[in-house]
């Protein structure tokens, strides 16, 4: 079987061939630490991280960068509304950020560079662009530096527009620039600003544009050629447009792919910092376990819009619980990766028919229990067991917080017991006795009671 992934480069499902064979280097655009991370904010991280999973899985060597973005214009202005150092900001949004992926199952990359300290190969970068023509100093005395994009006749080449459709670029005052197209790749130190923010260069004490950050970045770590750049939807223009830019401009080969994961949206619109705390990763992990939560994003296709709701989130919860009840009676079952699941994921990774799979096998699985042939729902049991693996979905990897304390412990089964008493209610008692049989078998007892259900861990005290 030959991965095919979707281009956004050339809009075509293609052919994945790596540069080196067996070796697959991605980078993939990180986070701008200005504020608590959201639910939107990890979909990115949630759904590369199952590509790395799933190339791994095909027997490849993934390096795999995400940067930091920890100095930029909106960390300077929130920095200062609240008072504090725009470092101090940044370094505990950062923390937020490496807490949320951790509790959905993300790996850790290969390195995570910070911006900040990158300074020097950005300088060196922007001095070459200088050198060949296709940046300048502004004349207005800024010290800001531009990218001349009418120097590079392929600008706009990855998002397929051309220079006199382009909005202007909002990253810098327009008095500086030869046209407004043109992007900022430093911006020279401007009154007000803190002393920690400035660095010295060439042209005048500053820091960095933003999109030099990643050109600089991906090109000190992967090289001048290297494998997949990925990121959300919303950053291919001008983020992306511009990166790559640059980064030919310089004579680096740069990406060979461009994947971009879509929105979680809300209300049709993208989510946003506006919509208060209700969708910051740890409001919604009080609801929700990390593992169910993750299952909700990888259930849907990486280039699929998600229309979040409470309810949808709810009703995944229920599904991935069910899975879960299943693999539990077998938890020392291992087994080899169905093919169906490996087209399913050759396919773009088609994480949907993936999941299908999966359920498809946990039906079969359960009607083998009832049947009482134990053994080949065990078989099935590891099949399921190596799909959630590669999907960072396997309960085990979640055991810290999934049961490694009482409130976790306690949170999860109030999805259990609300399944079967859905169940009850519409008397399904199939489905109840069942919930109630599999998590017999897992080591958990349900009992009815006048004032409800009670549960309680078999020779528990």
Same mark, same amino acid.
């Not at 505990?92 to 390195?111: F, K, Q």
């Not at 909005?167 to 002393?195: H, M, S, T, V, Y």
């Not at 933003?210 to 750049?229: N, P, Q, R, T, V």
């Not at 093919?339 to 009607?367: C, Q, S, W, Y």
């Given at each position: 079987?030959?991965?095919? %992934?979707?281009?956004?480069? @050339?809009?075509?499902?293609?052919?994945?061939?790596?540069?080196?064979? +067996?070796?697959?280097?991605?980078?993939?655009?990180?986070?701008?630490?200005?504020?608590?991370?959201?639910?939107?904010?990890?979909?990115?991280?949630?759904?590369?991280?199952?590509?790395?999973?799933?190339?791994?899985?095909?027997?490849?060597?993934?390096?795999?960068?995400?940067?930091?973005?920890? %100095?930029?214009?909106?960390?300077?202005?929130?920095?200062?509304?609240?008072?504090?150092?725009?470092?101090?900001?940044?370094?505990?949004?950062?923390?937020? /950020?490496?807490?949320?992926?951790?509790?959905?199952?993300?790996?850790?990359?290969?390195?995570?560079?910070?911006?900040?300290?990158?300074?020097?190969?950005?300088?060196?970068?922007?001095?070459? /662009?200088?050198?060949?023509?296709?940046?300048?100093?502004?004349?207005?005395?800024?010290?800001?530096?531009? =990218?001349?994009?009418?120097?590079?006749?392929?600008?706009?080449?990855?998002?397929?527009?051309?220079?006199?459709?382009?909005?202007?670029?909002?990253?810098?005052?327009?008095?500086?620039?030869?046209?407004?197209?043109? =992007?900022?790749?430093?911006?020279?130190?401007?009154?007000?600003?803190?002393? @920690?923010?400035?660095?010295?260069?060439?042209?005048?004490?500053?820091?960095?544009?933003?999109?030099?950050?990643?050109?600089?970045?991906? +090109?000190?770590?992967? +090289?001048?050629?290297?494998?997949?750049?990925?990121?959300?939807?919303?950053?291919?223009?001008?983020?992306?447009?511009?990166?790559?830019?640059?980064?030919?401009?310089?004579?680096?080969?740069?990406?060979?792919?461009?994947?971009?994961?879509?929105?979680?949206?809300?209300?049709?619109?993208?989510?946003?910092?506006?919509?208060?705390?209700?969708?910051?990763?740890?409001?919604?992990?009080?609801?929700?376990?990390?593992?169910?939560?993750?299952?909700?994003?990888?259930?849907?296709?990486?280039?699929?819009?998600?229309?979040?709701?409470?309810?949808?989130?709810?009703?995944?919860?229920?599904?991935?619980?069910? %899975?879960?009840?299943?693999?539990?009676?077998?938890?020392?079952?291992?087994?080899?990766?169905?093919?169906?699941? *490996?087209?399913?994921?050759?396919?773009?990774?088609?994480?949907?028919?993936?999941?299908?799979? %999966?359920?498809?096998?946990?039906?079969? +699985?359960?009607?083998?229990?009832?049947?009482?042939?134990?053994?080949?729902?065990?078989?099935?049991?590891?099949?399921?067991?190596?799909?959630?693996?590669?999907?960072?979905?396997?309960?085990?990897?979640?055991?810290?917080?999934?049961?490694?304390?009482?409130?976790?412990?306690?949170?999860?089964?109030?999805?259990?017991?609300?399944?079967?008493?859905? *169940?009850?209610?519409?008397?399904?008692? *199939?489905?109840?006795?069942?919930?109630?049989?599999?998590?017999?078998?897992?080591?958990?007892?349900?009992?009815?009671?006048?004032?409800?259900?009670?549960?309680?861990?078999?020779?528990?005290?």
């Amino acid at each position: 079987m030959t991965l095919r %992934i979707h281009d956004s480069a @050339t809009q075509t499902v293609r052919d994945f061939a790596p540069l080196q064979q +067996g070796k697959v280097g991605i980078y993939v655009c990180g986070l701008t630490v200005q504020s608590e991370p959201h639910v939107g904010h990890v979909r990115s991280a949630v759904n590369f991280d199952v590509l790395r999973r799933w190339l791994s899985a095909r027997g490849n060597e993934v390096t795999f960068i995400r940067n930091i973005t920890d %100095i930029d214009d909106k960390i300077l202005v929130k920095s200062a509304e609240q008072g504090r150092p725009w470092y101090n900001l940044a370094y505990d949004m950062a923390r937020e /950020l490496t807490r949320a992926y951790a509790d959905l199952n993300v790996l850790p990359p290969t390195y995570e560079p910070a911006a900040t300290g990158h300074i020097p190969e950005m300088i060196e970068l922007i001095a070459e /662009l200088v050198d060949k023509g296709h940046a300048y100093v502004a004349a207005d005395g800024s010290g800001d530096v531009y =990218f001349d994009v009418r120097s590079w006749p392929s600008y706009g080449e990855l998002t397929h527009q051309a220079i006199d459709d382009m909005e202007a670029a909002e990253d810098a005052d327009p008095r500086g620039k030869r046209d407004p197209r043109d =992007f900022a790749l430093w911006k020279g130190a401007k009154e007000g600003e803190p002393d @920690t923010a400035k660095w010295p260069a060439p042209w005048g004490r500053g820091r960095p544009g933003w999109h030099i950050e990643c050109s600089a970045m991906a +090109g000190k770590y992967l +090289g001048a050629a290297f494998d997949i750049h990925g990121g959300g939807v919303d950053l291919r223009f001008p983020h992306h447009e511009n990166e790559q830019a640059q980064s030919r401009a310089s004579g680096r080969p740069f990406a060979s792919y461009w994947m971009h994961n879509a929105w979680i949206t809300t209300a049709g619109e993208k989510m946003s910092k506006s919509l208060g705390n209700s969708l910051i990763v740890p409001e919604v992990l009080n609801r929700v376990r990390g593992v169910e939560l993750r299952y909700y994003m990888v259930a849907a296709h990486y280039r699929s819009h998600v229309e979040f709701s409470f309810e949808a989130l709810d009703e995944a919860a229920a599904a991935f619980q069910r %899975i879960e009840r299943f693999i539990a009676r077998f938890p020392d079952a291992t087994g080899e990766l169905p093919e169906k699941f *490996a087209a399913a994921m050759d396919d773009d990774l088609g994480t949907p028919a993936a999941v299908a799979v %999966i359920h498809d096998l946990v039906r079969e +699985g359960n009607t083998k229990v009832s049947s009482g042939d134990e053994d080949a729902a065990a078989a099935i049991a590891g099949q399921v067991r190596a799909m959630l693996g590669v999907l960072g979905l396997d309960p085990a990897d979640f055991a810290d917080t999934a049961t490694g304390n009482d409130d976790a412990l306690n949170a999860a089964m109030q999805h259990v017991l609300k399944a079967r008493a859905d *169940a009850r209610a519409e008397k399904n008692w *199939a489905e109840a006795d069942q919930i109630r049989d599999e998590m017999a078998a897992a080591g958990v007892s349900i009992e009815d009671t006048p004032d409800g259900q009670r549960w309680s861990i078999e020779g528990g005290a």
